[in-house]
C-alpha cells in the first residue's frame, strides 16, 4: 500500500490569503487527485494531477482559484486561492499506485478560512 | 448520470448485529464499486471492492452484494462491532484494463454507530 502525507495537516487562514497544500507518497503513483470534503459531507473531486502537464478540472473547479502542480511520480501540491470562508473544508490528496486498482488517501488537510 | 446515491444516512446497530448499506448507480458504465471506511479526522481507507464479474465478495465481517440489473449494490458488515463505528463511502467508477480505473464517484456517506 501506498503511504501518503500531507502538509499542513490543518490551517487557520484569514480571507483572500491563498494556502498550498503538498502531499508526498512514499512511493511513484500514476494517478494523483485532489478531492474536497465538506463537512459531514462527501468527498467532491476538485482535479487529476498530471505529472509534467496541466492539471484536469473537475466541473465548477478552476485553474485560477485551485492551481496545481505535479513535478514528478510522488509529489503534487494544491493551492487554495484568495480563499473565503466557503473554501473552508478537509482537502484529501489520493493516488492510485503502478501495479494496483486500489486509490488510497492521505490523512487530509483540514482548512479554516475566517 | 454520474450519481450515487446512498443510504441510509445514519445507521445505529447494537453489536453483534448486522449492517447494511445500499447504494445505486445510474451510470451502467461503471464497472468497479469500492467501498471506503473513515474515521473521524482520518481519511478515507478502501474496505473492499467488487468488480460487476461476481455478485458477491465476501472479506472477514464484510460482504458486497452487487446486482447489475438492479444497478445496486450493498455493504453487510456481520457481527457488527463498536469500532466499525466510522462514515461509510460507496463508490464506483470506470475500469479502463490492466489497473486503470477512471475517477471515482462517491456516494453521499453512512455515519455508522455501533452500541456496545
Known amino acids: 500500500s501506498a503511504v501518503i502525507s500531507q502538509k499542513p495537516s490543518r490551517d487557520i487562514c484569514q480571507r483572500g490569503t491563498s494556502l498550498t497544500i503538498q502531499c508526498q507518497v512514499d512511493?511513484?503513483?500514476?494517478?494523483m487527485f485532489w478531492y474536497r470534503q465538506q463537512p459531514g459531507q462527501s468527498l467532491t473531486l476538485i482535479a487529476t494531477a498530471n505529472q509534467g502537464s496541466e492539471a484536469t478540472y473537475e466541473s465548477g473547479f478552476v485553474i485560477d482559484k485551485f492551481p496545481i502542480s505535479r513535478p514528478n511520480l510522488t509529489f503534487s501540491t494544491l493551492t487554495v486561492s484568495n480563499m473565503s470562508p466557503e473554501d473552508s473544508s478537509i482537502y484529501l490528496c489520493s493516488v492510485q499506485g503502478r501495479t494496483t486498482d486500489t486509490q488510497y488517501f492521505g490523512p487530509g488537510t483540514r482548512l479554516t478560512v475566517l | 448520470q454520474q450519481q450515487v446515491k446512498q443510504s441510509p444516512q445514519s445507521l445505529i446497530v447494537q453489536k453483534g448485529g448486522i449492517s447494511i448499506i445500499n447504494c445505486a448507480y445510474e451510470n451502467t458504465a461503471f464497472d468497479y464499486f469500492p467501498w471506503y471506511q473513515q474515521f473521524p479526522g482520518k481519511g478515507p481507507a478502501l474496505l473492499i471492492a467488487?468488480?460487476?464479474?461476481?455478485s458477491e465478495k465476501k472479506e472477514g465481517r464484510f460482504t458486497i452484494s452487487f446486482n447489475k440489473s438492479a444497478k445496486q449494490f450493498s455493504l453487510h458488515i456481520m457481527d457488527s462491532q463498536p469500532g466499525d463505528s466510522a462514515t461509510y463511502f460507496c463508490a464506483a467508477s470506470k475500469f479502463y484494463g490492466g489497473t486503470s480505473y477512471g475517477k471515482l464517484t462517491f456516494g453521499q456517506g453512512t455515519i455508522l454507530t455501533v452500541h456496545p
Open positions: 512511493s511513484q503513483v500514476t494517478m
Open positions: 467488487i468488480r460487476p464479474d461476481v
